[in-house]
């Protein structure tokens, strides 16, 4: 089974960042566990390679529609991206799945913006396109739910996890834990984000 890049759940806060428990050790950036989890993809079939060994999220809560269909102004998805990166494109196609799905508001996030997130979380960069759902009142309040692209029930569970987390609400025990962050990123790529088609 592939193993995760880095699942610490990360909350920041106006002044200051509080790290909630990570789920799981997060490999230190340059070394061998941190390269083992780490996909860059060049090609389609490489992509969906690597996806086809990622779990499928299968517990899901009962509130879940409810919130997330409940979060359109309270809450907004966003992803970075690069040109010709195919992981974006991926990513993007599934949150454009969750959008028509439960109305939920998606965004692109500049590139260097999202550099920069991850420098002020204390997130290793290992490339595009990075998840995150933020506070829609306060951008400074963020909880990123995907490195690298993943399946559409796995961003859903993240998603309903950062939303409740960024409310104050607890969510029930079983469905706590985050699915894994994925590495699946395009190779070495940075720069300004390519253009996405406008949501539906």
Request: with cysteine; net charge positive.
């Amino acid at each position: 089974m592939m193993r995760p890049a880095w699942t610490g759940v990360v909350i920041a806060g106006c002044s200051s960042l509080s790290f909630m428990a990570p789920l799981a050790a997060q490999p230190a950036p340059g070394s061998s566990a941190a390269a083992a989890a780490i996909h860059p993809v060049e090609n389609a079939a490489a992509m969906q390679a690597w996806l086809a060994r990622v779990p499928r999220t299968r517990d899901f809560p009962a509130d879940l529609p409810e919130t997330l269909r409940s979060s359109d102004r309270a809450a907004v998805l966003e992803m970075t991206t690069t040109p010709g990166c195919l992981p974006c494109a991926d990513l993007w196609s599934q949150l454009n799945a969750l959008h028509r799905q439960y109305a939920i508001r998606i965004a692109v996030l500049p590139a260097e913006e999202g550099m920069v997130r991850s420098g002020r979380l204390g997130l290793p960069w290992i490339g595009h396109p990075v998840a995150w759902v933020r506070d829609a009142a306060n951008p400074q309040r963020m909880i990123p739910i995907a490195i690298g692209t993943d399946h559409a029930p796995n961003l859903a569970r993240n998603a309903y996890l950062a939303i409740k987390m960024l409310s104050g609400a607890r969510p029930a025990v079983a469905v706590r834990a985050m699915s894994k962050f994925t590495g699946i990123v395009a190779p070495g790529r940075t720069g300004a984000p390519r253009a996405l088609p406008r949501n539906p």
